[in-house]
C-alpha cells in the first residue's frame, strides 16, 4: 500500500497506558512501513514531573516504525489544545492523518482499515471521519462497517479537506443550534452530548472531540465505524482527562480483517438505533449505580 497516512499520538503522565498503546501499535500490519509523530505534554504541576519524564524516557526509545518524530512541548498544553494543534499541523502537511490517544490498545489490523477507509472514502464528500472503535452492541447483520452521524475519537482518521471546517466556537454552537438541532445531536434524544457544549461554556470543561463532532454535524457528514471494534481504550480508570472509571465500553477487540462496504452513502439505521438502545440501558445501569453507591455509603 502506497502513500500511508502518517500517525500522530497523543501523550502525556501515563508510562503504563502509553507502553501499552505502543506495543499493540508495533504489532500492526504497516507499522513498519509508516511514519509516527509522538506530541509529549509537559507537565501541569509539579506531581505530575517525574511521570512526564518517565513517558518521555521511554517513547525515546521506541523503534518499529519507518520514522519517528517526536515532539516535547516545553509548557503544558492541556489535551484539547495540543490535539486541535498537532491533528491541524500534521494533516495540512500530509493531507490525511491517523490519530491516537496514549490509552488505546489496538488490533493488528487497526492501521490497515484506516488506511484502506482513507483511500477508499477519500472522494465521497459526504464522509468525513474513519472510526477505529465501535459500540458493545449486536453486530449481526451490520456488514463489517457501517456509516452514521456520530463522531468516536478512540482511534480515528480524518483529511485536510474535511478537518479544515473543524471549529471551537462555544458562543456560535450555542447562538445557531436550533432544538431540533440538539435533540438530533443527541441521537433523538438517546444520550446528551450537547451538556459536553454547555460545560465548556460555563468553564467547566475543556474538551475538542465534541467541536468536531458539531463541525461533522453542522456539514451533515458521515462517520466510518468498524462494526466489531478495533480499539480497546485501557484508560477509563481515573487517570487521564476526561476519563472516569468504566467498563460499559468495553468489547473484544476483532483481530480480524475489515471489508469495507460499497452501499450508498446513507446512515445506517439499524446501527443507529443499537446505539441509542446502549445508551437508554446505560442510564437505567448508572442510576442502579448511583443508588447503590449511596446505599453503601450510608451504612
Same mark, same amino acid.
Given at each position: 500500500m502506497k502513500d500511508l497516512a502518517s500517525i500522530v499520538l497523543f501523550t502525556y503522565n501515563r508510562p503504563w497506558h502509553t507502553r501499552q498503546t505502543i506495543e499493540a501499535?508495533?504489532? !500492526?500490519?504497516?507499522? @513498519?512501513?509508516?511514519?509516527? =509523530?509522538? *506530541?509529549?505534554? @509537559?507537565? +501541569?504541576?509539579? &506531581?505530575s514531573i517525574e511521570k512526564v519524564k518517565e513517558v518521555r524516557s521511554y517513547i525515546n526509545t521506541i523503534k518499529g516504525f519507518k &520514522?519517528?518524530?517526536?515532539?516535547?512541548r516545553e509548557k503544558n498544553w492541556g489535551l484539547a489544545d495540543s490535539i486541535i494543534d498537532g491533528v491541524t499541523s500534521i494533516v495540512n502537511k500530509y493531507g490525511k492523518i491517523i490519530v491516537l490517544?496514549?490509552?488505546?490498545?489496538?488490533? /493488528?489490523? =487497526?492501521l490497515k482499515f484506516m488506511n484502506e477507509a482513507l483511500d477508499f472514502y477519500k472522494d465521497k464528500k459526504k464522509v468525513w471521519h474513519i472510526s477505529g472503535w465501535n459500540y458493545p452492541i449486536d453486530t449481526n447483520g451490520l456488514g463489517d462497517v457501517f456509516l452514521w452521524r456520530l463522531m468516536n475519537c478512540w #482511534?480515528?482518521?480524518?483529511?485536510?479537506d474535511r478537518w479544515k471546517y473543524f471549529e471551537?466556537?462555544?458562543?456560535?454552537?450555542?447562538k445557531n443550534f436550533s432544538k431540533e438541532q440538539i435533540t438530533r445531536f443527541n441521537l433523538d434524544g438517546a444520550d446528551n452530548f450537547w451538556k459536553q457544549v454547555l460545560a465548556n461554556k460555563n468553564g467547566k470543561m475543556n474538551t475538542w472531540a465534541i467541536y468536531w463532532y458539531a463541525s461533522i454535524f453542522i456539514k451533515d457528514g458521515? %462517520?466510518?465505524? /468498524?462494526? +466489531?471494534?478495533?480499539? &480497546? !481504550?485501557? #484508560?477509563?480508570?481515573?487517570? #487521564?482527562?476526561? %476519563? /472516569?472509571?468504566?467498563k460499559m465500553f468495553d468489547s473484544d477487540i476483532n483481530i480480524q480483517e475489515i471489508k469495507l462496504a460499497h452501499d450508498d452513502i446513507i446512515e445506517n439505521a439499524t446501527a443507529l438505533e443499537r446505539v441509542k438502545n446502549f445508551y437508554k440501558?446505560?442510564?437505567?445501569? !448508572?442510576? &442502579?449505580?448511583?443508588?447503590? *453507591?449511596f446505599i453503601k455509603k450510608c451504612l
Open positions: 501499535l508495533q504489532q !500492526n500490519v504497516l507499522a @513498519a512501513e509508516s511514519e509516527l =509523530f509522538i *506530541y509529549s505534554d @509537559a507537565s +501541569k504541576d509539579k &506531581k &520514522k519517528i518524530t517526536i515532539i516535547e490517544e496514549d490509552d488505546l490498545v489496538t488490533s /493488528p489490523y =487497526f #482511534g480515528w482518521a480524518t483529511w485536510a471551537k466556537n462555544t458562543d456560535s454552537l450555542i458521515l %462517520c466510518v465505524n /468498524p462494526s +466489531k471494534t478495533l480499539v &480497546k !481504550n485501557v #484508560g477509563n480508570d481515573e487517570t #487521564g482527562v476526561n %476519563c /472516569p472509571l468504566t440501558n446505560q442510564r437505567h445501569y !448508572n442510576l &442502579k449505580w448511583l443508588i447503590n *453507591y
